[in-house]
């Protein structure tokens, strides 16, 4: 797992005295795919640093899929699904070709998700590099 924390000027001098070659891990034993690992987590520790992450979840809501404009005039299908965990729940935007891919009652995995905020709201992104699932209809 990897942990980012906020750091003094004092313990960021420290550091320097610590030798972590001691540690378990060292630069060479990393490699780019490392760096984007996956961890599992639910609903309720989802905020908007969390990045790359694996969520299994219940399709509790979707809306109808719609017609959506880009400011290039392009045309895109959206579906606002909201999905839900025994620790809370959160919207799921389907675009394209997901739209037709997951429906009322499923139960999904989404792999190497994120979150972005939407006026105002939190919301579970797939991406580019993401998966999303249909585990159990």
């Known amino acids: ?29 990393l490699t780019e795919k490392d760096d984007l690992r996956s961890v599992d987590i639910r609903i309720k520790d989802l905020n908007s640093r969390v990045k790359h992450f694996n969520l299994k979840a219940n ?20 579906s606002l699904a909201t999905i839900s965990d025994n620790t809370g729940s959160i919207k799921l ?27 105002g709201e939190l919301q579970v992104i797939v991406g580019k590099k993401g998966k999303l699932n249909v585990i159990e209809n």
């Open 1 to 29: 797992m990897i942990t980012q924390v906020s750091l003094s000027e004092t313990a960021l001098k420290a550091l320097s005295d610590i030798d972590l070659t001691s540690y378990p891990w060292n630069e060479s034993t």
């Open 93 to 119: 935007p389907l675009w394209n070709t997901q739209t037709d891919l997951i429906s009322v009652g499923d139960r999904v995995q989404i792999e190497n998700g994120g979150v972005k905020r939407f006026r």
């Open 59 to 78: 399709v509790v809501e979707k809306s109808m899929t719609r017609k959506v404009y880009s400011r290039a005039g392009l045309s895109y299908h959206l």
